[in-house]
């Protein structure tokens, strides 16, 4: 599905229907150097359980078009004017990684655009290691390679993959290598730029917080730190999966969406 905003095209995916506005709408927010397809194991199944889902492809991004943006602050900006244009009423926000960063900053900064928020990957400070960032500067292929292998837990890093015939590792990292050059620097730039604060303390909507047991770069530890600022929050843990857990453990993720959702 494709919709105009300030006159540039932002592609979002649906699930493979047509979006039913009769439906709680469902925003999803991606991460660093990635796009829509990292939902495609939620999308489908959410347009199939009562939602309707929509899965976007930040400025830059995917087959979105736009200016990269630098900040998360933008980047919320740009996320709350989507749904504004998308008429459907207060949206259910889900975001991973530096997705989650950008929907803290919607929810907390325009409380009427979001009735309900999902965290996965989630921290209030998202440094990068200085050796990633200068590998996505210079995009090199180090960049993606090295974001992959922190990303995965254990088992992900020895074979297998919820589709058959396919290798989860390398999948998401061809995924971080069809991105633009200069798309992956920019993202990371603006996680380790970027502090919550106490922006936790300031969300009024139910929360819901999913933490992977072996996420390295969002450990669980940090992610409690952001926790504990909330309101009001449903913490639930996934043991044996990293930092990619929509798509190392998609059938537990799904399930645990379904149920944060309604």
């Not at 740009?78 to 991973?96: N, Y």
């Not at 995009?139 to 992900?156: C, D, V």
């Not at 798309?183 to 380790?192: E, G, K, P």
């Amino acid at each position: 599905m494709e919709v105009k905003l300030q006159e540039v095209t932002v592609n979002l995916a649906t699930g493979g229907v047509k979006v039913d506005k009769s439906q709680p709408p469902v925003l999803l927010v991606h991460g660093a150097g990635m796009d829509r397809t990292v939902w495609s194991q939620q999308t489908r199944y959410l347009a199939h359980h009562g939602f309707a889902p929509m899965a976007v492809d930040l400025p830059g991004h995917g087959r979105s078009e736009g200016e990269l943006l630098s900040t998360i602050s933008e980047m919320a900006d740009w996320v709350a004017d989507l749904i504004h244009e998308l008429d459907t009423g207060p949206v259910r926000l889900v975001g991973h990684s530096m997705g989650s960063l950008i929907s803290l900053e919607v929810a907390a900064r325009h409380t009427d655009a979001v009735e309900r928020l999902i965290l996965m990957g989630a921290a209030a400070a998202m440094p990068v290691h200085p050796e990633l960032l200068g590998a996505a500067q210079r995009n090199e292929i180090l960049a993606p390679q090295l974001m992959t292998a922190w990303a995965h837990g254990a088992r992900a890093h020895v074979a297998g993959n919820p589709t058959p015939g396919l290798w989860m590792r390398s999948g998401c990292q061809a995924l971080l290598e069809r991105a633009a050059d200069g798309v992956i620097h920019n993202d990371l730039a603006a996680c380790n730029s970027y502090d919550a604060g106490d922006i936790a303390g300031r969300i009024t909507c139910p929360v819901t917080v999913i933490v992977g047991s072996e996420d390295k770069m969002t450990p669980p530890k940090a992610t409690a730190q952001l926790v504990a600022g909330f309101q009001e929050v449903d913490l639930r843990h996934l043991e044996g999966v990293g930092h990619m857990m929509m798509i190392e453990a998609p059938d537990r993720i799904r399930e645990m969406m379904l149920s944060a959702l309604r």
